[in-house]
């Protein structure tokens, strides 16, 4: 078996001055930024589910440690430093789902949760053989990228904004429906869109309160707030 191929360097006195506080707000601040752009302090306490008081004192104190920089704004954002821890943890955390799912049969709210638990006690060595194991996937279950890979799809769109009988194929659920809405992942799971479904919306019609989509012949109603948490390949701008 060849050996498992090396993550990025980073420095390892990096891997001892992280506390699980600085982890954990790295990969939430990766995580709000790429889904909805600025980070504020008010949506990182609503995402962490503490008061906004304690939110700005520990990113204070983040930022005195150099892990995240904080803008005349408010808004936050990584450092270097900080990028590099938010992006391994986030490695670990996709390729515990991956694993969870492909080879042990979780169903996909399950595999977030269980990876949740498991991520911190998870070595950058037992990483490197969990992605040569699985074959070095792109992305976790949900389509969203493995930190370092290349994605595995072309330009995406939400499926809210997918024009009618237009064919297309799930690529990625938003990580605000993983983290805020885990039943959400269960009944997509249920209704059949998983990343790879062929989906087409059958009709647009702004009085609808759901958006009536096809999911291999049979229409699904789904909420607009929800088809914007989904992403689709439409079938003319496929990767080749």
């Known amino acids: 078996m060849a050996p498992p191929a090396a993550h990025p360097s980073h420095d390892a006195q990096d891997d001892h001055a992280a506390s699980d506080t600085a982890r954990h707000y790295a990969e939430t601040i990766f995580y709000i930024r790429f889904e909805e752009g ?32 904080i803008d005349t704004d408010r808004s936050v954002s990584l450092t270097p ?3 590099d821890l938010a992006e391994r943890v986030v490695r670990v955390h996709r390729l515990l789902e991956r694993w969870l799912t492909d080879v042990l049969g979780f169903d996909w709210a399950s595999a977030d949760a269980e990876a949740q638990r498991l991520a911190p006690g998870v070595s950058e060595l037992v990483a490197d053989r969990l992605d040569e194991s699985l074959n070095r996937p792109a992305t976790c279950p949900h389509g969203n990228l493995i930190p370092g890979r290349e994605a595995p799809y072309g330009q995406l769109v939400a499926l809210a904004d997918l024009a009618p009988d237009t064919p297309a194929r799930v690529r990625r659920v938003s990580e605000v429906a993983e983290h805020d809405a885990p039943d959400l992942l269960r009944q997509l799971d249920a209704y059949g869109l998983v990343t790879g479904a062929a989906v087409a919306v059958a009709i647009a019609d702004a009085s609808l309160q759901a958006i009536p989509v096809d999911v291999g012949g049979t229409i699904r109603p789904i909420g607009t707030a929800i088809g914007r948490l989904i992403w689709v390949e439409p079938a003319s701008t496929s990767a080749s």
């Not at 962490?48 to 440690?65: E, F, M, S, Y």
């Open 38 to 69: 600025r980070v504020r302090p008010g949506r990182l306490a609503d995402w962490l589910g503490v008061r906004p008081p304690t939110v700005t004192a520990t990113l204070q104190r983040l930022a005195r440690d150099g892990w995240v920089a």
């Open 81 to 83: 430093r900080g990028e």
